[in-house]
């Protein structure tokens, strides 16, 4: 498979080549050259397989000869060796033989080590630039922009990774207690990676990032990379979950059409899922659940994009008011705004309306959502008003609701036990440094640490 510029399809770049360099030369984001696409027989031999060993043969079509079947096998089962369950809000598991009516499913993407739907894709990530890199002695410094939950994950990853840097920034008093704690405490004092508050919003954040990746001295100086979502090795392996996941919903309920609905921020999470309904994956419609940051959901009612600079909210992992992967989601429909429509819908909700939502779904049925998976599971419930016959509903949970202890309890009035993952953060000492959103003050900080 290769790669292409959404500027400039003449542009071009193998897998390898792509997630090393991050963004195309012009600041274009990869994509791409073709999807490949299976059919109903191969989709049955994927969904019977574990979900590992699918993302595996998934993967084989993405990259390039750097990779054997052998080594795309190894890296998916050491990355992927938590549970991926699909569960109804009264705790059944997908099952039609014990639950029959089930419609209503959260896909639970938060068993990782980082508690979020991030871990997907930032250890194969972590593995794939590993294998890439190799022995070859190449040095990277990883610039990732976080709202909350990619920093973790990212640093996570890479932590301790031989030849690798990792500085996350983050907006400062923009992410929540527990997240602030696992960002600002990974590894040890000497660790690899590094955590940078930044005086701003995520906005700012990112945008730094790409100023950074915009001045070639930066970039050839300190070999800078992406973690973010702008890089194709996060976007791709964000579609084998719904590849599999499809697959066991529609095995398990053959009859119903199957709608997804993604608490949405940057994008780089429906992107995902759009690459795998285009390989095949049998999913009828995505339903977009946007916070106050609303642009996408504004598009797709109005035909208009308009990025504007974000709002704080309780969904804060989705304060992002310019998403990064608005072009590629365009290239996926031939740049027709039509197209987007015949797949995506969406809603936004205030922080009012969610905070309602996740006391009523606790009342109802003692199921604790985080904030942002409040929003997606809002918006497929506002997309069901207008759906008479019976179809599968998916709200992907992007985050354990204990990353929001400090709102989820304020909201439900009852304590959220840690996870030991974050048990374990929160008895740690914060070590970050503190910076205002300039590219001279990161150029500075990276010239010492990097
Ligand atoms: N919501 C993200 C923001 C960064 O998004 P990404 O998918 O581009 O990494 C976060 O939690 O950090």
């Not at 031999?45 to 993302?55: I, P, Q, T």
């Not at 990355?79 to 639950?99: C, H, I, K, R, S």
């Not at 070999?223 to 973010?228: G, K, P, W």
């Not at 504004?298 to 504007?308: N, V």
Request: one cysteine or more.
């Amino acid at each position: 498979m290769n790669y292409h510029s959404h500027q400039d399809s003449s542009v071009k770049a193998s897998f390898s080549d792509a997630l090393l360099a991050s963004l195309a030369p012009g600041g274009g984001l990869w994509m791409p050259d073709a999807l490949p696409k299976y059919s109903p027989n191969e989709t049955a031999r994927l969904g019977a397989m574990s979900f590992a060993d699918c993302a595996a043969e998934l993967a084989a079509n993405f990259v390039d000869e750097k990779f054997t079947a052998a080594d795309l096998k190894n890296i998916c089962r050491d990355a992927y060796n938590f549970p991926v369950p699909m569960v109804t809000l009264a705790g059944e598991t997908l099952d039609p033989a014990l639950a029959p009516d089930a419609e209503d499913f959260v896909l639970e993407l938060f068993h990782g080590p980082t508690l979020a739907f991030k871990d997907f894709a930032a250890r194969f990530m972590g593995r794939a630039a590993s294998h890439i890199m190799g022995k070859t002695k190449q040095r990277r410094t990883i610039l990732v922009a976080t709202s909350g939950d990619t920093g973790g994950a990212i640093g996570d990853a890479f932590l301790d990774q031989e030849g690798i840097k990792v500085f996350i920034l983050f907006p400062k008093g923009g992410v929540s207690k527990v997240q602030e704690q696992q960002l600002t405490t990974m590894g040890n004092t000497r660790s690899n990676v590094k955590a940078i508050a930044v005086d701003g919003s995520f906005d700012d954040c990112q945008q730094l990032v790409k100023q950074a990746f915009g001045n070639n001295a930066l970039c050839e100086e300190h070999d800078l990379m992406s973690a973010n979502s702008i890089n194709v090795g996060r976007v791709i392996p964000q579609s084998f979950y719904y590849f599999w996941t499809s697959l066991q919903a529609k095995a398990a309920y053959p009859s119903r059409p199957l709608v997804y609905a993604i608490p949405s921020g940057n994008l780089g999470n429906l992107t995902g899922g759009l690459i795998a309904k285009q390989m095949g994956a049998p999913i009828n419609r995505f339903v977009i659940g946007n916070n106050a940051n609303d642009p996408f959901v504004d598009y797709l009612s109005t035909g208009e994009y308009t990025p504007r600079p974000s709002v704080p909210t309780l969904s804060n992992a989705m304060d992002i008011g310019r998403p990064n992967n608005f072009p590629r989601i365009l290239a996926l429909h031939g740049e027709d705004y039509t197209e987007v429509t015949k797949v995506c819908w969406g809603a936004s909700f205030s922080d009012e309306e969610t905070e309602r939502h996740i006391r009523r779904v606790h009342t109802e049925t003692g199921y604790v959502m985080c904030p942002h998976t409040a929003v997606g599971h809002l918006a497929m419930e506002k997309f069901a008003e207008d759906v008479s016959d019976p179809f599968t509903r998916i709200t992907v949970g992007t985050a354990h609701p204990a990353k929001f202890a400090d709102s989820v309890e304020r909201i439900l009035h009852t304590d959220i036990p840690l996870p030991e993952p974050l048990a374990k953060a929160m008895r740690k000492k914060k070590r970050m440094h503190v910076m205002s959103p300039t590219l001279d003050a990161l150029s500075e900080y990276l010239a010492k640490h990097a």
